[in-house]
């Protein structure tokens, strides 16, 4: 199975900081990368798919990033709604595994 | 789209479980439908997808047979079954839909459905 390592696991930022998350993929993956919110007591929301395609509806301050084994998530200019934890999933082989998580919170 | 989940479920280990998802607003046959599972506090972790119309399955369910995972696509439906429950498949579980494809997320979340089960 495809190892996928995020880090860090948890930052602490402010309202306004960029922040930048990290998925590191055992094997070479290509593009097959998704990107993932989750606030407490909700659903998964999807973010990003094929490592850098913005989702419908998602706000431009989210990107995505990289191709092989390193990816990142990026959040422009962080904004009160965006305190959650993410995680990256690969898709390029089965298992499709998903990333420890990464929290979110606030400085 | 809209994938609706039955509700929660408290059950005894050893006892069998099934919790459906049933799926609307979409050619239900056509597109991939799947599982992914939280343990309390935890992380994500794909446990598999089906296509309804031929039932063809990619999971990493262990050991083989006790969970499993089916569709009934005459009703739009997509099961996770267990055939003897432990304490540690205490989790919330949720249904999922890539509509573009396997290869591109998990678009479509339904609620979730919260399984406990005692010791």
């Known amino acids: 199975d495809i190892q996928m390592t995020q880090s860090p696991s948890s930052v602490s930022a402010s309202v306004g900081d960029r922040v930048t998350i990290t998925c590191r993929a055992s094997q070479g993956i290509s593009s097959w990368l998704a990107w993932y919110q989750q606030k407490p007591g909700k659903a998964p929301k999807l973010l990003i798919y094929a490592a850098s395609v913005l989702q419908s509806g998602v706000p431009s301050r989210f990107s995505g990033s990289g191709s092989g084994t390193d990816f990142t998530l990026t959040i422009s200019s962080l904004q009160p709604e965006d305190f959650a934890t993410y995680y990256c999933q690969q898709a390029n082989s089965f298992p499709h595994t998903f990333g420890g998580g990464t929290k979110v919170e606030i400085k | 789209v809209q994938l609706v989940q039955s509700g929660a479920e408290v059950k005894k280990a050893g006892e069998s479980l099934k919790i459906s998802c049933k799926g609307s607003g979409y050619s239900f046959a056509t597109y991939w439908i799947g599982w992914v599972r939280q343990m309390p506090g935890k992380g994500l972790e794909w446990m598999g997808i089906?296509?309804?119309?031929?039932?063809?399955?990619r999971d990493n369910l262990s050991p083989q047979g006790q969970v499993t995972i089916s569709a009934d696509k005459s009703i739009s439906t997509a099961y996770l079954q267990w055939s003897s429950l432990k304490a540690s498949d205490t989790a919330m579980y949720y249904c999922v839909s890539p509509n573009r494809g396997y290869s591109y997320g998990f678009d479509y979340w339904g609620q979730g459905t919260l399984v406990t089960v005692s010791s």
């Open positions: 089906i296509f309804p119309g031929d039932s063809e399955t």
